[in-house]
């Protein structure tokens, strides 16, 4: 398959959704369609947001600590780069993750943490136990740093952040996916994530680069999973396989295999692509949206095969 660039420009969409409560002129989320599409891949980024209401901040025990944990840090700069690239539609949500999850199901909900309680008949989701280890739906504490929040929180402002926030984006996400495979006959949505450094394995070798998601084999076809560790460790990554991520709630809510729609979770390690402090990003960066660059064209047309795909073909 032919190389095409597509950087995004005057021909591209970007299509503002949903708004973060507390700065009401601030969407919660970008949808990026390029203009033509050139590959059935969405590349979405949920936890990288920075857009911090000032009332959120004053919330916080330790807001510029805890956001800095939280935040799949500068990871949107990788998605952005990539999918300017490979002309993939690009959603990235600019709302934080201390506001709300986008990788949790809306009922994942620590109650406690919420004033009066559960509702008479709310009924907690199946991988609650995210929300009792404090990162559920609504993060609550963390490792080492304990608590996040000064006092417990509204039941309203619970139902904002899932009408103004989650809803929209999951909305997006979800017609975006079925669109694709409508016009392409399969559609791969890379969900990107990062992660702090893992510690060494057993036998001495170096913790994982990146950890691919399949949820263990059922958001995609075995295959994909499989040609992308193959194709990172080819690159010069150590790569894992659903240890110790294995994908969340975003995977669980849009992966379809046996209609076409697969999904695939990736944790990036931040010491590739940030600098030594892991706050900015780092020397590695180029490196990274190369690497990944060639992933998702090479996933596209395992994917699809290049009679699907006459644009991005000589």
């Given at each position: 398959m032919a190389v095409v660039e597509n950087p995004f420009d005057e021909s591209s969409r970007k299509v503002p959704g949903?708004?973060?409560p507390g700065l009401p002129a601030h969407p919660a989320f970008t949808l990026t369609d390029p203009d033509p599409l050139l590959l059935p891949v969405v590349v979405a980024v949920?936890?990288?947001g920075r857009s911090y209401p000032a009332d959120l901040s004053a919330q916080m025990r330790y807001p510029a600590a805890a956001s800095l944990r939280l935040e799949d840090r500068m990871v949107d700069s990788v998605g952005e780069a990539v999918a300017r690239a490979t002309g993939s539609v690009l959603l990235v949500a600019h709302a934080p993750r201390a506001m709300i999850d986008l990788n949790r199901a809306p009922d994942d909900i620590d109650w406690e943490m919420i004033t009066g309680g559960n509702p008479a008949g709310a009924q907690r989701h199946a991988a609650g136990r995210r929300a009792r280890n404090g990162l559920g739906l609504i993060p609550r504490r963390l490792p080492a740093m304990g608590e996040i929040w000064r006092r417990p929180m509204a039941p309203a402002d619970l139902t904002t952040?899932?009408?103004?926030?989650?809803?929209?984006?999951?909305?997006?996400?979800?017609?975006?996916?079925?669109r694709l495979r409508d016009l392409w006959g399969a559609a791969l949505l890379i969900d990107l994530h990062s992660m702090p450094p893992l510690g060494a394995q057993q036998g001495g070798d170096r913790g994982a680069d990146v950890v691919v998601g399949d949820r263990f084999g059922a958001a995609c076809g075995g295959s994909l999973a499989a040609a992308t560790c193959d194709y990172l460790t080819a690159s010069g990554l150590a790569v894992a396989h659903n240890r110790p991520?294995?994908?969340?709630?975003?995977?669980?809510r849009h992966a379809a295999p046996a209609r076409g729609i697969h999904a695939l979770q990736l944790e990036l390690c931040r010491t590739i692509y940030l600098d030594a402090d892991l706050r900015e990003t780092g020397p590695g960066?180029?490196?990274?949206?190369?690497?990944l660059t060639g992933l998702v064209r090479f996933l596209a047309a395992e994917l699809a095969g290049d009679q699907r795909l006459p644009q991005a073909a000589e």
């Open positions: 949903g708004s973060i949920p936890h990288a952040r899932i009408e103004q926030v989650h809803k929209p984006y999951h909305g997006a996400l979800s017609t975006t996916l079925e991520y294995a994908g969340g709630y975003v995977l669980d960066l180029g490196g990274v949206i190369t690497t």
